[in-house]
């Protein structure tokens, strides 16, 4: 059993002081074990080496994830924007649509009695409200269409940040014990 270290840590010829436990040790006159103790300490520094690097490489992953994760987060913003846009322009066109049909009903009642002078302006009203019919149903197939793409990118973006997540996980729970594990020599 090593000793502990006599007084102010003067150490006695034929003896050893380990640096990391502070324990002292009577070395054998065979230098083999003074040369382990080196190799080793050498492979301690190797290693202390690659967890820097994977640690600098870690931090550089998780910055590169986090300007990801704004960048798609400002993308998620501004599609909500524009769907919030696209509605509120649905809602002008669908207050306007029904407007021209209430027009268009009243042109219709008075037909009859106006054949005549309102036959070219209810031959107008129709096409206008063809024509708005047409943008209607165009904007409506683009803002399905955008809806679509923002409930897609949105669970692209949910499940890129829970893969991210699990990865960053796993790396702060596990990369320093691989980093010791595993490498050149071991």
């Known amino acids: 059993m090593p000793a502990k270290p006599p007084g102010p840590y003067v150490i006695p010829a034929g003896w050893y002081l380990d640096s990391v436990t502070k324990r002292v040790f009577r070395i054998p006159n065979d230098t083999a074990v003074i040369e382990e103790l080196q190799r080793l300490r050498m492979r301690i520094s190797v290693l202390e080496t690659e967890l820097a690097n994977k640690t600098a490489q870690l931090n550089m992953t998780v910055a590169q994830l986090n300007a990801a994760l704004a960048e798609a987060r400002g993308e998620a913003t501004r599609l909500a924007a524009e769907n919030q846009r696209l509605r509120a322009q649905l809602e002008v066109l669908n207050y306007t649509r029904a407007q021209l049909e209430a027009e268009t009903d009243a042109y219709r009642s008075q037909l009859e009695t106006?054949?005549?002078?309102?036959?070219?302006?209810?031959?107008?009203?129709?096409?206008?409200?063809?024509?708005?019919?047409?943008?209607?149903?165009?904007?409506?197939?683009?803002?399905?269409?955008?809806?679509?793409?923002?409930?897609?990118?949105?669970?692209?973006?949910?499940?890129?940040?829970?893969?991210?997540?699990?990865?960053?996980?796993?790396?702060?729970?596990?990369?320093?014990?691989?980093?010791?594990?595993?490498?050149?020599?071991?």
């Open 114 to 186: 106006l054949r005549t002078s309102v036959a070219t302006q209810l031959a107008q009203l129709t096409a206008e409200n063809q024509a708005l019919k047409a943008q209607i149903v165009s904007m409506n197939k683009t803002l399905a269409e955008l809806n679509e793409a923002y409930v897609s990118q949105t669970a692209q973006l949910q499940s890129q940040l829970e893969t991210w997540t699990r990865l960053l996980d796993r790396r702060r729970r596990g990369g320093g014990r691989r980093g010791r594990c595993h490498g050149p020599g071991a």
